[in-house]
């Protein structure tokens, strides 16, 4: 993915050299490293990984689920505090993943103790079972467990 961004950044810049301008402009090196984005991509089948933009793009996927998510959850713990009666059920559950390397595991437990109403409070030592404290067991649980699927789903895009 860097051999892929660094040679279309050389792109650009061969692209701004040959434009033959008294002054360089930086629309003149966009449009080289859009032309350059082109030429990648007709020939990435040859460099034996995935487009480089195709992971950039899953990162920016990754982001605006987290985005979502955290203001799906913020909502849900602002009605339960909002409420007049504390009306709520805190436990403790497991969840076992599918992921595998160290970065992996590690986005997933952050992702999760940064959306408000779950706490991962343990991380198994073999990484694949995570101990996850719930605000409300009866509500949040399933909604925490489908946004954990859909942060593993989204870490594997970026990772793999």
Known sequence: MAGQFI???FI???WLLLQDEITPKFTTFL???????????????????QFYLRRVFSIFKLMMLFIWELLLSSYSV???????????????????TELKGDWEITALALL????????VMEV??????FYIHAMDMEESKDAVIRS????EQAIMEVTR
């Open 7 to 9: 040679l279309n950044l």
């Open 12 to 14: 650009a810049a061969l």
């Open 31 to 49: 449009m080289g490293f859009i032309v350059g984005i082109g030429i990648l991509y007709a020939m990435h089948r040859f460099y034996g990984t």
């Open 78 to 96: 602002l009605k339960q505090i909002t409420t007049p009666k504390l009306n709520i059920t805190p436990g403790i559950f497991t969840y076992k």
């Open 112 to 119: 999760l103790t940064l959306t408000p109403g779950s706490v």
């Open 124 to 129: 198994s030592e073999e990484g694949d079972l």
């Open 148 to 151: 954990i699927g859909k942060f």
